[in-house]
């Protein structure tokens, strides 16, 4: 019998994204700052005979039936490229919302491609080749590490971000589900220029995901305010929002204090 393994899919972040333009694919150009924190869905497996999945966890009825689910896509594709005939029975416990701006389902592919790549000890650039037919965000997702990304937010380069590395952080989400192409649809097409430092950057999706979902607007005010908090700002393409904290125990008086109506994850940046 296999020994199961087990990967973390790790919440992303996006501390910076600006959308500078449409990529004649019809996908948008962006620039944008990752970072992700020490928390998220949680996946294991084992070796079987055939790919499987089963999903529980709070979120779990939120997602639909387990073939149509990323992991099984990631694993169908990943066994695809590197000639596997092995399959394995996944596990998913579902703890991020979902269509929230913070990875989820491209972070659990993520996860997905890194445990069969050690379960099935292959090669780990299969994985790399085949992280970008999943989605925009899985390559990123894959490392899970401090990256810039541009174009779809796929082409990726390391950036040192040791500076808030450990940073406690607080997610909070209105638990109102939102699509990404929603969004996008509503961007407005003006470019405001390129990312520099992600202090001084924006997210050029906040006003269009705030339009379809306001609560993001009283989120953003609600963490700004709150003692020791150092720097808010809408995630990905929302709903959830987040904010670093000068120290834990801050955090956590935030995190307690979040409305019942909200969800909400104390974590820390990677």
């Not at 020994?3 to 600006?18: F, G, Q, S, T």
């Not at 970008?132 to 082409?155: E, H, K, T």
């Not at 952080?169 to 961007?187: C, D, E, G, M």
Request: glycine content about 8%; proline content about 7%; charged content about 20%.
């Amino acid at each position: 019998m296999s020994v199961p393994a087990r990967e973390i899919a790790a919440a992303k972040l996006n501390l910076a994204l600006h959308v500078r333009g449409t990529l004649p694919d019809g996908r948008h150009a962006i620039e944008t700052v990752f970072a992700f924190c020490t928390d998220g869905d949680r996946l294991s497996g084992e070796i079987a005979d055939e790919i499987s999945l089963s999903i529980s966890g709070p979120f779990a009825s939120d997602l639909g039936d387990p073939p149509e689910n990323l992991v099984i896509k990631a694993a169908e594709a990943l066994a695809k490229a590197a000639k596997v005939e092995q399959g394995a029975a996944l596990k998913l416990d579902k703890r991020l919302p979902v269509a929230s701006g913070i990875g989820g389902g491209s972070a659990d592919a993520a996860a997905a491609l890194r445990l069969l790549t050690s379960l099935w000890a292959i090669d780990p650039a299969h994985a790399m080749a085949v992280a970008p037919q999943l989605g925009s965000d899985v390559p990123a997702c894959l490392l899970s590490l401090p990256m810039y990304g541009d174009g779809p937010g796929d082409r990726l380069a390391s950036i040192d971000l040791s500076d808030v590395s450990g940073t406690p952080v607080l997610l909070v989400n209105p638990r109102i589900a939102l699509s990404t192409a929603q969004v996008f649809a509503k961007w407005d097409r003006v470019d405001r220029g390129p990312l520099g430092n992600w202090r001084e950057g924006r997210n050029d999706l906040q006003a269009p995901a705030t339009g379809l979902v306001p609560e993001i607007e009283a989120i953003l005010a609600w963490l700004a305010v709150q003692p020791g908090a150092l720097f808010a700002r809408m995630s990905g393409s929302g709903a959830t929002c987040f904010a670093l904290f000068k120290s834990e125990e801050a955090r956590d008086a935030a995190s307690d204090a979040v409305p019942e109506s909200w969800w909400r994850l104390a974590t820390f940046l990677r």
